[in-house]
């Protein structure tokens, strides 16, 4: 017998997996086609049950923009690995709930990271059942429009939005995917007066911006921030909105006209999927939420430091120990082959020419090390991947927690990948989704679902079983918890942590759009 629900949309028919219900791609609001390009997301209904066994499509994306795809090159998958493809019409949702009759749940809402470009909720390695099942927890996984679609910004598009939003309808797409959790929680067993969002990259991103949306706070209690706690990359000002909506008119043989938004309108997806293919940032990440002092008023931290994001909202924002490294340029060739001009023209070009005496003595080059085989990497390359760890991940994660009412800090250190622990490497222990895992990996995974659940749950990751984890209580610095087979925790200062005091200081400069060739710039 296949489990149903009845929803605000309509009634859905899932699939039960052992304790576990799964109901894949169900519609959350219309398909932003045609006059809904651009604009707010709407409500969606449908008569009859909606057959939710399968995963939903991805949101409109370039191929060459996706990061975790298969072999296949599809953005999402169905149970049975059959291709679903990419569509405009993608905001759907999985829900993953435990199927034992309880008391109200605690609810998880997931939302994926890849650039703001690229990523569905049909990933494998976000797979809710085992985070649900261990944890006594409702999972949902949401879509949100990317690329162009999604944060395409220009006062010529204001007016499509009631409130003047322009540039954010992905973060729009993630408010309106939470109203329906609100609205929605019960029918899956869920507690709507206990949600935590989290996302890893720029899903920790956007989650860092509803931190600071107010009509977003009814939303949401609790928040877990995994590699970009309002990263520098996280953001647009709208003269850069402004110079990517030339760029996708032009792409889209619109520019001439005296008002290209309905030549814009009437645009393939697949034309404004691949409108940027110049990346004018050093990040690499041409599309992120515009700041346009309607939805977005101002960099996350900032307005941390003001007193201005969500009260009484505990947090976990974590980092993992070489979240840089494949962000750096020439990666992975570069792992063994930088050599000391390539550390200094990393510093050159990321940072540039003035700054590179500084970055050499707060990031100075070690001694060399193995790797998981044996090898020795580059130790200037791994100067390198920790100057890009501490410039867009653990710095910001620090800046953020200290801002929050309670807050818990995590890095993960466990190596999986040539001996690393490299960007999204956690996201597989916080799911339960290792492939074939040593028994060293599977109980860093049962740790991980276990203080993700509990702090959903009780606003606390701490419980019984489970290593004990400190939050940060007092201004000496944070207490730190090592993530790895043998978690330890620390305490680290942080005006010590490296790179973070320069990078405060140099703020201003560094959180915006900064160009390829910054030498030549005028700043």
Not at 167 to 192: H, P
Not at 343 to 369: C, I, M
Not at 372 to 396: K, P, V
Request: aromatic fraction near 12%; proline fraction near 6%; include cysteine.
């Amino acid at each position: 017998d296949a489990p149903t629900a009845t929803t605000t949309g309509g009634r859905v028919s899932g699939t039960a997996y052992g304790a576990v219900d799964f109901f894949g791609g169900v519609p959350y609001a219309a398909a932003p086609v045609g006059e809904l390009r651009w604009a707010p997301p709407t409500a969606v209904a449908w008569s009859g049950t909606f057959e939710a066994q399968l995963y939903g499509a991805g949101c409109v994306q370039s191929l060459d923009a996706l990061l975790f795809d298969g072999t296949a090159r599809c953005a999402s998958r169905s149970r049975d690995g059959a291709c679903r493809g990419v569509s405009e019409d993608c905001l759907n949702a999985n829900v993953w709930a435990p199927s034992a009759p309880a008391p109200p749940r605690a609810v998880m809402v997931w939302t994926h990271g890849g650039c703001f470009v690229s990523g569905s909720n049909a990933a494998a390695a976000y797979d809710g059942f085992e985070l649900s099942s261990s944890g006594d927890v409702v999972v949902v996984s949401v879509n949100y429009r990317l690329g162009a679609l999604g944060f395409l910004g220009s006062e010529k598009l204001r007016s499509r939005d009631p409130r003047g939003t322009t540039g954010n309808y992905g973060l729009l797409d993630t408010i309106f995917a939470l109203e329906w959790v609100r609205d929605n929680a019960a029918a899956f067993g869920g507690d709507a007066g206990r949600v935590t969002i989290f996302g890893q990259s720029s899903g920790a991103g956007s989650v860092s911006h509803l931190l600071a949306i107010e009509r977003a706070w009814p939303l949401f209690q609790r928040a877990i921030l995994e590699s970009g706690s309002g990263s520098f990359w996280t953001y647009q000002d709208m003269a850069a909105a402004e110079g990517n909506f030339r760029t996708a008119a032009t792409a889209a043989a619109c520019g001439a006209a005296a008002d290209a938004v309905p030549c814009l309108l009437n645009a393939s997806s697949a034309t404004l999927a691949a409108a940027v293919t110049v990346v004018p940032c050093r990040d690499a990440c041409t599309w992120a939420p515009a700041i346009d002092d309607a939805l977005v008023k101002g960099r996350v931290v900032r307005r941390a430091r003001q007193g201005l994001l969500r009260p009484n909202t505990s947090t976990i924002s974590g980092f993992n120990l070489n979240d840089g490294a494949m962000f750096v340029p020439g990666y992975p060739a570069a792992l063994e082959g930088m050599d000391g001009k390539g550390l200094e023209d990393y510093f050159r070009t990321r940072f540039d020419s003035e700054h590179v005496a500084a970055l050499d003595a707060l990031f100075p080059v070690p001694g060399g090390f193995p790797g998981a085989d044996g090898r020795g990497y580059s130790s200037d390359f791994y100067a390198a991947q920790r100057c890009e760890t501490d410039y867009n991940y653990a710095c910001n994660a620090f800046w953020l927690s200290e801002a929050a009412e309670r807050s818990w800090i995590y890095h993960f250190v466990e190596p999986t990948y040539l001996g690393l622990a490299l960007h999204a490497a956690e996201i597989e222990y916080v799911f339960g989704t290792l492939s074939d895992p040593t028994p060293a990996q599977a109980a860093v995974s049962a740790n991980m679902r276990g203080w993700w659940a509990n702090f959903a749950k009780a606003g606390d990751p701490n419980g019984a079983g489970l290593p004990a984890w400190p939050a940060w209580a007092d201004a000496t610095g944070f207490a730190v918890l090592n993530i790895s087979a043998a978690p330890a925790v620390y305490r680290v200062p942080t005006d010590a942590y490296p790179g973070c005091a320069w990078f405060d200081a140099n703020y201003d400069y560094l959180s915006g759009c900064l160009p390829r060739n910054d030498d030549d710039a005028a700043r």
